[in-house]
T-cell receptor, first 113, second 115 residues
Framework: SQKIEQNSEALNIQEGKTATLTCNYT??????LQWYRQDPGRGPVFLLL?????KEKRKERLKVTFDTTLKQSLFHITASQPADSATYLC????????????FGQGTELSVKP | GAVVSQHPSRVICKSGTSVKIECRSL??????MFWYRQFPKQSLMLMAT?????????EQGVEKDKFLINHASLTLSTLTVTSAHPEDSSFYIC???????????FGPGTRLTVL
């Protein structure tokens, strides 16, 4: 069966440390993998997109890796801040599905000062 | 990034009534709009995909006669929850996509509570 799983429901880290979130998928052939941030009671906000032929993408303190052999993406936030506390969702965009996204269940990140 | 708005942001209604939620793309033309539902502590579940001027495509298990979707223009899609019941209480989120883009832009969501 097709599944997208994110590593844990909650991740607690200390300010200044690097947060690493995992997204694994099975039985999909995605064109892109995307990461979104969602704050409570709000819609998701797009952060980064990585294509199937890319290994790594960076944006400021964010880094995403994509391993299509392992069927895994890692999402890193370096020098984390309390303002980074939110739920982070990974999503797969599948070929020939009209832009449809399949979301993981999300990982709630809490950064303590 | 592109902006998507939703109205209302919050609605409370009685069981058996119908509720309409609007989704607007403010600064781009959304050739495709998506409607999602999100229960507490769960991920977004796609309900339906609508292309401007066409009938919506519903995901398996989503009743098309209960969740009416209209995408009459490139900037507006509406979701009507007909004969709402308490189990329809959820967070409804729309998103817009335009041709050639690979990222969807999401609205802020509508919290529906059915009493």
């Amino acid at each position: 069966s097709q599944k997208i799983e994110q590593n844990s429901e909650a991740l607690n880290i200390q300010e200044g440390k690097t947060a690493t979130l995992t997204c694994n998928y099975t039985n999909y052939s995605p064109a892109y993998l995307q990461w979104y941030r969602q704050d409570p009671g709000r819609g998701p906000v797009f952060l980064l997109l990585i294509r199937e032929n890319e290994k790594e993408k960076r944006k400021e303190r964010l880094k995403v890796t994509f391993d299509t052999t392992l069927k895994q993406s890692l999402f890193h936030i370096t020098a984390s801040q309390p303002a980074d506390s939110a739920t982070y969702l990974c999503a797969l965009l599948i070929y020939n599905q009209g832009g449809k996204l399949i979301f993981g269940q999300g990982t709630e990140l809490s950064v303590k000062p | 990034g592109a902006v998507v708005s939703q109205h209302p942001s919050r609605v409370i209604c009685k069981s058996g009534t119908s509720v309409k939620i609007e989704c607007r793309s403010l600064d781009f033309q959304a050739t495709t709009m998506f409607w999602y539902r999100q229960f507490p502590k769960q991920s977004l579940m796609l309900m339906a995909t609508s292309n401007e001027g066409s009938k919506a495509t519903y995901e398996q298990g989503v009743e098309k006669d209960k969740f009416l979707i209209n995408h009459a223009s490139l900037t507006l899609s509406t979701l009507t929850v007909t004969s709402a019941h308490p189990e329809d209480s959820s967070f409804y989120i729309c998103s817009g996509l335009t041709r050639g883009w690979s990222e969807q832009f999401f609205g802020p969501g509508t919290r529906l509570t059915v009493l």
